[in-house]
């Protein structure tokens, strides 16, 4: 009676708090929709099935590193070196699926790399107490350079079917995402999982009653990893071949696209689907200037007013309040 009884105590109050974490989110929410009606508006073959494909093609890539991103500033880390895994995990599928290691060979080469230089990454944060921006940034000239040396120029190739299925006229990457979100609600239920707020909220605390704080943290960075070198992956399938600087962009993307999802900067705060809805809208924002004509310097002005208004909104209702 006892067990049946936490459990609905559990269940009662899993609902009131997510709600709780949405708070912080519910105008991100509406900017989002605000921003798909626009681009349903303006691309009508939205919402057909090719076209659908195709904008979760654009955007899944940005989601996976806003993913990477999010779950080490929930543990209070932070990476500079996401556009950089995002070229080695590029550059390594372009250069073994064609290989003798073949597409499942390559790809857990890509998986594998991710991992190690994730956890090694966080091995150095958590264990020797260096700041996590410092590590990360001298990792990103390292991992960089390492890329450069794999392929020094845009070059390989990915084969043909498998582009064609991930970045065809097939919503596979709609598909991998929810698989990938489904992955992370497991995880969140593991013991790591359970970890992972109290890690960045509180981590003195947390330690002292019991929690795998370290564990959590290091664990953290070896899932972004992955999350980065599989997004490299993705984008040397769109592309056909590997570029060894094509993920530059995504480090900042990545930061903006957490913050925008209300994901805190000193650990503990904001969720995953926050994350995902700054991802989005971050997506929607250049498509639909791209539609309007938008310059591209007039891009860069708008996206940074568009950010800057999202994450001041709430700022001004917690002094408000």
Known sequence: ?????????????????????????????????????????????????SGFAKFTQSWFPLALVAMAQAILMLTGGISLAIGAMVSLG????????????????????????????GGATGFIVV???????????????????????????PGGAIPEWLSELLAGNTPA???????????????????????????????????????????????????????????GLFVAAQTGSGDPVIGTAFTLNSIAA?????????????TMRGALAGSLLLSLMISVMFFLGFTPVAQYVAQGLIIIGAVAIPQFRKVQQ
Do not use: H
């Open 1 to 49: 009676m006892s067990t049946v009884a936490s459990s609905r105590q559990a269940g009662a109050l899993y609902w009131p708090v997510q709600l709780r974490r949405n708070v912080g989110v519910r105008g991100l929410f509406a900017v989002v929709m605000a921003f798909l009606v626009a681009y349903g508006f303006l691309f009508p073959g939205l919402l057909t099935a």
């Open 127 to 153: 264990k020797l107490r260096l700041p996590a921006i410092v590590v990360t940034l001298a990792g990103s000239f390292i991992i960089g350079g390492a890329a450069l040396l794999i392929l020094p120029r």
């Open 173 to 231: 990457a709609f598909v991998l995402l929810v698989l990938i979100v489904l992955l992370w609600k497991l995880y969140l239920a593991t013991p790591l999982g359970l970890s992972l707020y109290a890690a960045g909220e509180n981590p003195v605390g947390a330690y002292r009653s019991g929690v795998p704080v370290d564990g959590a943290r290091v664990a953290a960075y070896a899932i972004s990893g992955l999350l980065c070198t599989g997004a």
């Open 258 to 270: 957490a913050v925008l999802g209300g994901i805190g900067f000193l650990g503990g705060q904001g």
């Open 90 to 117: 590029a550059v390594i599928a372009a250069t073994t699926m064609t290989g003798p290691l073949g597409i499942a060979g390559g790809a857990v080469a890509v998986a594998l790399t991710g991992i190690v230089i």
